[in-house]
């Protein structure tokens, strides 16, 4: 399932990329402690993500995953919903892989 009608949180702009909905167990590592999260969807610029307690607005997190390692920012929080902007899109192969495995 895709999504192109969405919203971004900043400068409320229609988003450029496909989003995939899914839920993947992954780490966040973020000032040298992990905590565990859910990616709920994906798209090659970014992610929504569920978590106990997010980082903050503007913290550099890296995302582990079995499919998956990456750098990132968060660009908004509410609750315990965040949403992350990869600092480099992934690659078409890295989305496909994951959408593959079949947790999408």
Known sequence: MTD??????LGMRPRSAARHKLFE????RHGGLSCRAHMLDLSVGGALL???HPPPVGAAVLIEGPELTAGAHIVWTRGKR???RFDMPLCDRALQSMLDRGIA
Do not use: E, N
Request: aromatic share 6%; charged share 10%; no cysteine.
């Open 50 to 52: 569920h978590a106990d």
């Open 82 to 84: 965040f949403g992350i």
């Open 25 to 28: 167990p992954l780490a966040i």
């Open 4 to 9: 192109r009608a969405g919203i971004t949180a």
